[in-house]
């Protein structure tokens, strides 16, 4: 048998090929890392970027944090990985235009990656935001998975933050809100001794109503959703980002966005990928 025939065998049977075509044609972006710190596939810009703080200016192409933030060779779930050795101050991201799949009206999508971190010993104090969708101002809308600082053990969380007058009108602590647009795992089972996928998806984005949701998976398996929130972003397309490893120590992989909401059943296929996204590119 031919080894183009062998690999279509042997991927249909970790994904079957209706599964496989329907989450290739959704993808937007893939960053295997094996080749450098730049995306493999990318609806806009492959470059990763680095810029000294979180205004993300001036953004210079590359990885530019000294020893911080680095390729790690045979280190990934899937060949290397992008690994944090410490926090800093620099910012690394891909520009979000395109990328991200933003839609100003009935935005969805879905975030795929690995991390391998001990969060209890090898995060320093204060918020971990792993990965962000961020655009010109924190304050016109964003998402992003986070480790809480001031639990024990941390929170993992996947949280919404649309417009702020939208989500949190009255403008209160956002730990002392009762409700609150995000989804907790108040104990996460990430070690450093072993890889954990993570995916969100959300849905209803923009639409003007509350009809706004979101969901997080780890390992394949859901772990909760919130629903019944107007999520409402003010992007200036152009300025928006994927930022990774605000305040993280550990190691990422396999980061893939996709143009809708993935299924319970499609995010539990994307976990079960032998050798990852780079299946669906073939």
Same mark, same amino acid.
């Given at each position: 048998? =031919?080894? /183009? +025939? !062998? #690999?279509? &065998?042997?991927?249909? *049977? ?5 599964? @496989?075509?329907?989450? =290739?044609? /959704? +993808? !937007? #972006?893939? &960053?295997?890392?094996? *080749? ?5 596939? @990318? ?31 045979g280190e990934g779930k899937y060949g290397a990985a992008l690994r944090f050795r ?197």
């Amino acid at each position: 048998m =031919k080894p /183009a +025939l !062998l #690999f279509t &065998a042997a991927l249909a *049977l970790v994904c079957p090929l209706g599964a @496989a075509d329907a989450l =290739k044609s /959704a +993808l !937007l #972006f893939h &960053a295997s890392f094996d *080749l450098g710190p730049h995306a493999d596939l @990318a609806a806009g810009d492959t470059q990763i970027y680095t810029a000294p703080d979180r205004t993300r200016t001036p953004a210079l192409p590359g990885l530019h944090a000294g020893d911080a933030i680095a390729v790690a060779p045979g280190e990934g779930k899937y060949g290397a990985a992008l690994r944090f050795r410490h926090k800093t101050k620099e910012q690394v991201f891909f520009k979000g235009e395109r990328n991200l799949g933003y839609q100003a009206k009935n935005w969805s999508g879905s975030c795929s990656f690995w991390m391998r971190l001990d969060p209890e010993q090898g995060l320093a104090p204060g918020y971990c935001d792993p990965v962000q969708f961020v655009a010109q101002a924190w304050g016109e809308g964003n998402m992003f998975v986070e480790f809480s600082k001031d639990h024990t053990p941390r929170h993992f969380r996947y949280v919404i933050m649309a417009i702020t007058r939208l989500w949190n009108p009255t403008n209160a602590k956002y730990e002392e809100m009762k409700r609150r647009p995000l989804v907790a795992v108040e104990q996460p089972p990430f070690r450093r001794d072993r890889w954990t996928h993570v995916c969100f998806t959300f849905g209803n984005a923009n639409t003007g109503a509350k009809d706004g949701w979101g969901r997080l998976y780890l390992d394949g398996v859901r772990m909760g959703e919130f629903t019944g929130w107007e999520n409402s972003f003010n992007w200036q397309v152009e300025q928006s980002a994927l930022t990774l490893g605000l305040g993280y120590t550990g190691w990422l992989d396999d980061l893939a966005v996709f143009s809708r909401a993935l299924t319970d059943s499609e995010v539990a296929t994307v976990f079960t990928l032998k050798n990852g996204i780079a299946e669906l590119r073939r």
